[in-house]
């Protein structure tokens, strides 16, 4: 019986943990998009997520739209702040040195979550699952339907955004502006706007990862830094501007964080996601799936 | 025990089959040369050929990948930058890469960091050691900007210098630390013709002083009137090396450079 | 010390002085003392990380935490084993140097971006540890029965006293920096800030510097906990997290980096701000530092200090900076 005990809880601890962890991919996917196209790296982007997951609240809860219309509005509002955020400040701030970029990023996020606090004050807010169902039971752990929902997104978001990438005009533009924006600018493509898009495109995917992760785990004004310092942590785990390598590590570290939860100290699930950030950013800065070579050819 | 005693014309500064790839990229393909000590050598060749990335082996801001590269016969390469600079080697950037915001003066008076030692618990509570030691570098520091000319700019910003001027303050700099062997990147880019000429009489004057100087550079008469010695590079390959004549009159460096117009 | 700082310092320090004796004149702010102990306690956080970050260019989201590290080993051992609070002091101090050091020398090889992101990741940890260890910190509800402080068996109890204590060890701490600053150590410093590779190549340890600037920030922080603690004799993990870490930066922003009176002038400013005037507004409190940050970041990235210094157009000088030679 106890094996059975035993068992069960590692497949129950793997589900949750895959469940997390594709937030955090998501997470890591929205950093990647922005720092490929710009090598900054948006302090707010845990804030998307936040924000994501509180307006679905508003548009279900206050204004009873139906789930997948709730979906879609939480995201386009985001992408909204996402596209305000570039427009209005980092753009005026195109020649500012890295320390500036730095706090003028941070500064958004505070001002997002202060935002958020004023907006929906400081409780939780909980989000009904996407399809209603009872739990399916695998060898005796619940797998909630929600997270499959979770799984579906995040796998929908990384198949469209390899799709984006390789077969649109505006996706091979961005990868173009990524590589050499001086080139990409003299065969006629408007930086700027690839600049643009991709603070759109970041703060969409960071809030859909929100919606879809409100059902499960709730939301609250104050939610964002730590979901973006754990998806910063897959980022850098995958190696940084690395689309697959955010999604594995974005896994792994979910699972890490849900094993520590279950087998070591629920107290300290936080700081595992965070001393693995650590130890790759002092010991393998080009992240586990990227190259030391590449990595020394950017700009760090 | 300054500087122990060495033979004349013994070399200070050895090559051996420096190599330095990038990637797949191969910037220096097996470089050989030895510089006598108290010489003028220049190294020259066409743009690509290798002799800014040697200057950065040297000066230990890049780690060769293959060879080694002795200084006074103890080998130097894998050093940290700093440590190099300790042991005598100082140099000066194509592009210049002075404090620019700091004064003139401080940035000479930075060159003289590694000949002093006051450290942090001494400079914040100023050990009276640490007072003459400070009066010592404001000392050396306007003593160095006299020996080039700059004595009169020594309290403006250096940013705010010519680009002329700011060549002779990396110089000064570089000197502040006591060098036995200077690497010069591309002293004269930038320079005018007057400037250029006083450069080449302040190059000679270091010389006399038991400096050895290693010089990078474009102008060709300014290399063709100073140098002792000149090592030729090609795409990151030995040319040619001797003199000035002989280099002048080398059927491959003619080739080499005609080849490139 | 410059003439011009020597001035400034000469004036600052008489107005610190005259401050209580002021402030006792003028009926209805006589709690301004208490704010402006709170300043001191901050400024010595601040100087610690201007001298980081405006100096030696290097960003630290991590003074909360080494503002705790400080405060709770002060509290642990004076509450939990009768220790002499200036006994405890120290091991707090040497203890945020020890952790400063193992974190500094790795994190310092990293640059910008990843540099922030290590030290806001080390900063959360440390605030995690804070809450979770509740047998040693009394973790979220916090710690109580912290003793005060006591010279030589002479109790300081008035605000005034503190005030005195504190500002006093404020200026020992900034006569220390200037020294630093206007030496061998500080010319390191500001190279690596400017030219990090030449700095090296001239022959600056600059590894070696980045990380003893970074434990020495980390060692104000410490002492600052420990008057902290024994002046509010409680502590709570709130404050030190991740948004004081950010308010320390900010502090260090407004006055401007690159000048240690202007890290002063921005703690003062804001201790003010968030002591007193958005005391009314505490749910605004978040958004306002926001919105100030990310004015001063566009607008104003040299500080007040700059707009002091050369009026309004000052402030866009790129290479205003205290003072001319060395």
């Known amino acids: 019986m106890d094996e059975f005990g035993l068992g069960t809880d590692l497949l129950q601890y793997t589900v949750s943990g895959l469940t997390i962890g594709a937030i955090y991919a998501l997470v890591a996917i929205g950093y990647n998009i922005i720092y490929n196209v710009t090598e900054i790296i948006n302090f707010a982007q845990g804030e998307f997520v936040m924000l994501g997951g509180l307006f679905a609240v508003f548009f279900m809860g206050t204004l009873h739209f139906p789930v997948f219309a709730a979906f879609f509005a939480a995201i386009v509002m985001v992408a909204l702040a996402g596209f305000a955020m570039e427009r209005f400040v980092v753009r005026r701030a195109r020649h500012a040195s890295v320390l500036s970029l730095i706090i003028i990023t941070i500064a958004i996020s505070i001002i997002l979550k202060g935002t958020a606090m004023l907006g929906w004050g400081k409780d939780p807010y909980s989000l009904p699952a996407f399809t209603a169902g009872s739990p399916i039971l695998i060898g005796g752990a619940a797998l909630q339907i929600q997270a499959l929902w979770v799984l579906g997104v995040s796998i929908a978001i990384v198949v469209s955004l390899t799709l984006f990438f390789h077969h649109s005009l505006y996706g091979k533009a961005m990868l173009a502006c990524a590589d050499n924006p001086s080139a990409a600018r003299m065969v006629g493509i408007r930086v700027r706007q690839m600049v643009l898009l991709s603070f759109v495109l970041s703060a969409a995917i960071g809030a859909a990862a929100g919606v879809a992760i409100t059902p499960i785990s709730l939301m609250e004004y104050d939610r964002g830094a730590l979901l973006g310092l754990k998806g910063f942590g897959a980022a850098a785990l995958g190696g940084l501007g690395n689309f697959y390598g955010a999604f594995v590590a974005g896994l792994l570290l979910g699972l890490a964080e849900s094993f520590c939860a279950g087998y070591l100290s629920s107290g300290y699930k936080d700081a595992v996601a965070l001393i693995l950030l650590l130890l790759v950013l002092f010991f393998k800065p080009e992240g586990l799936f990227g190259s030391a070579e590449a990595a020394k050819l950017k700009r760090f | 025990m300054e500087h122990p005693a060495r033979q004349p014309g013994a070399s200070i500064l050895e090559l051996n089959d420096i190599q330095m790839s990038f990637g797949g990229v191969h910037a220096l393909k097996g470089i050989n040369h030895a510089v006598p000590e108290g010489i003028i050598q220049a190294v020259i060749g066409p743009n690509g050929a290798g002799k800014t990335t040697l200057f950065h082996c040297i000066s230990g801001l890049l780690n060769p990948t293959e060879g080694s590269i002795l200084f006074r016969g103890a080998e130097i390469n894998g050093l940290a930058p700093h440590r190099i600079a300790h042991l005598g080697i100082s140099r000066t950037f194509q592009h210049v890469a002075l404090f620019k915001s700091m004064t003139v003066l401080e940035n000479v008076m930075l060159g003289r960091h590694s000949r002093t030692r006051s450290g942090f618990w001494a400079t914040g509570l100023r050990f009276p050691g640490m007072r003459s030691e400070e009066r010592n570098i404001h000392k050396k520091a306007e003593a160095f900007l006299d020996l080039v000319g700059l004595a009169d700019a020594s309290r403006l910003q250096a940013g705010t210098l010519p680009l002329g001027k700011q060549k002779i303050l990396e110089i000064a700099r570089a000197l502040a630390t006591e060098p036995r062997l200077v690497l010069l990147d591309e002293p004269a880019g930038g320079l005018n013709m007057t400037e250029t000429e006083e450069l080449g009489v302040l190059i000679q004057k270091i010389c006399q002083t038991g400096i050895t100087v290693v010089l990078v550079e474009h102008d060709m008469n300014l290399v063709m009137d100073i140098s002792d010695q000149i090592l030729v590079l090609h795409y990151g390959q030995y040319l040619a090396s001797g003199t000035p004549q002989h280099i002048k009159d080398d059927p491959a460096v003619i080739e080499a450079y005609l080849g490139e117009n | 010390m410059r003439t011009t700082d020597r001035w400034i310092f000469t004036v600052v320090f008489l107005l610190i002085a005259v401050f209580p004796w002021l402030v006792g004149r003028i009926s209805g702010i006589s ?73 500094g020398v790795p994190a310092l090889r990293l640059r910008g971006h990843y540099l922030a992101m290590a030290t806001l990741g080390f900063g959360v940890i440390v605030h995690i540890v804070f809450s979770e260890e509740v047998e040693w910190t009394g973790g979220p509800s916090g710690m109580v029965d912290i003793p005060g402080l006591a010279i030589a068996g002479w109790r300081i109890s008035s605000e005034v006293q503190w005030y005195y204590l504190i500002w006093g060890i404020v200026f020992l701490a900034l006569l220390f920096s200037f020294h630093i600053l206007h030496s061998r150590v500080g010319r390191a410093l500001r190279a690596i800030h400017e030219e990090e590779i030449a700095a090296e190549a001239m022959g600056v340890p600059t590894a070696r510097y980045k990380v003893q600037i970074f434990v020495f920030g980390a060692v104000l922080a410490a002492i600052a906990g420990s008057f902290y603690t024994h002046y509010v004799t409680f502590l709570s993990p709130s404050s030190f997290n991740l948004m004081w870490s950010i308010r320390f930066v900010l502090m260090v922003m407004v006055g401007g980096m690159q000048s240690l009176w202007g890290a002063l002038l921005g703690t003062v400013l804001l201790t003010f701000v968030g002591n007193e005037w958005l005391q009314v507004f505490a749910d605004f409190e978040v958004l306002v530092y926001g919105a100030i940050l990310l004015v001063v970041a566009l607008f104003l990235p040299q500080g007040l200090i700059s707009v002091l210094r050369r009026g309004p157009g000052g402030a866009r000088s790129s290479v205003s900076r205290l003072g001319g030679e060395g």
């Open chain 3, 31 to 103: 709690h301004y003392i208490e704010v402006m102990i709170f300043a001191g306690i901050f400024s010595l956080v601040c100087l610690g990380l201007s001298l980081l970050m405006g100096y030696a260019g290097q960003i630290s989201l991590a003074q909360a935490a080494f503002f705790g590290i400080g405060a709770y080993t002060s509290g642990i051992l004076t509450a939990r084993f009768d220790w002499n609070p200036w006994l405890a002091m120290p091991v707090g101090a040497v203890l945020a140097a020890a952790v400063a050091w193992i974190v």
